[in-house]
């Protein structure tokens, strides 16, 4: 075999360097909640195992050949393939390619328990090498294929959390009895939510937190509120964490009705996203947009005079009493 093939495979045994991807890999454990990367991180430490089993096999058939043995995995190769050994001739048997894409398949078959026997192991040497890489197979499947329909679950967790909601929805309309228009309300509401939410509950987040830190958040989720609506010019840092604590967000679908005539009032409405149209019956006086403020004072509870209605789907920031 020439010099400079044997120079070139043991050459991939370089790859080893790759384990300082190990060091790449601990900084990646921040992302592991990704599932679609850790299953690819996974795929990619398979294949790059497999490819070392490969120079190692390459390498036992090589030695084998080495002591005039003539029935390694080589020469067979070399047999099914019409291309023979010949010591006398400089280059002859299968190609460096044919001798890798073989060791590979072999590794892979063998990694994952398929073992098709078309590439077999025929020496002591080879046989002892293979029963290491089934031993390596089981292991990595308990280690890495077990986890991977944990992954596959926690990529569609959110998809599953929307459908088991929505469930929820629809048994208790049916349970209730709940006729059709108000059922449509109820559904339109839930999804207009959680396509602003994704299902998650600040309030309950909020709540494993110190009310200093309680208060940091909220001033970060309400500061474009805080910042340009006028009712705050002026007001302390002390003042917008106070308030920031009071707000409650409301997720209101397009048309539907807010605040009914005769309701009673306890809170200020500030609009953060969206427009809403004061209804006098059926007569729209007025259409409030972005920062604009409404709901009587908090200190004088009164009845509304008028509907108030979402024109757009938008999202209001209210602030109880």
């Not at 010019?233 to 005539?261: I, N, Q, W, Y």
Request: hydrophobic content about 40%; some cysteine.
């Amino acid at each position: 075999m020439p010099p400079l093939q044997t120079t070139t495979l043991i050459g991939l045994l370089k790859t080893a360097r790759l384990l300082r991807l190990v060091r790449v890999a601990r900084k990646l454990d921040r992302y592991s909640e990704y599932g679609a990367a850790v299953l690819f991180l996974l795929m990619c430490t398979f294949a790059l195992i497999a490819h070392w089993l490969a120079c190692i096999w390459y390498a036992i058939g090589n030695v084998e050949r080495s002591t005039h043995c003539r029935i390694g995995w080589l020469d067979s190769l070399g047999e099914q393939l019409g291309k023979h050994y010949n010591d006398t001739i400089p280059g002859s048997g299968p190609s460096i390619k044919d001798k890798y894409v073989t060791a590979l398949y072999f590794t892979f078959s063998s990694l994952t328990s398929v073992g098709f026997g078309n590439v077999s192991p025929n020496t002591n040497s080879e046989k002892i090498f293979s029963i290491c890489v089934m031993l390596i197979g089981s292991l990595m499947y308990a280690s890495i294929f077990g986890n991977v329909s944990a992954i596959i679950q926690r990529l569609y967790s959110g998809t599953a959390r929307y459908h088991t909601q929505m469930l929820r929805v629809r048994e208790f309309i049916r349970f209730h009895q709940i006729p059709n228009p108000l059922r449509q309300r109820l559904e339109e509401y839930f999804q207009h939510a959680w396509s602003y939410t994704n299902g998650i509950d600040m309030n309950a987040v909020l709540k494993g937190f110190p009310e200093c830190l309680q208060a940091d958040i909220c001033l970060h989720l309400n500061r474009t509120l805080l910042q340009n609506c006028k009712a705050f010019k002026g007001s302390t840092k002390g003042c917008l964490r106070a308030l920031a604590m009071k707000f409650k967000t409301t997720h209101a679908p397009p048309g539907d009705t807010l605040v009914h005539a005769g309701d009673v009032i306890t809170a200020l409405y500030f609009i953060s996203r969206g427009s809403i149209e004061i209804l006098r019956g059926d007569v729209v006086v007025a259409i409030l947009g972005k920062n604009d403020i409404f709901g009587e004072p908090i200190n004088h509870q009164r009845e509304v005079q008028r509907d108030v209605r979402a024109l757009t789907g938008h999202k209001i920031q209210r602030e109880d009493e």
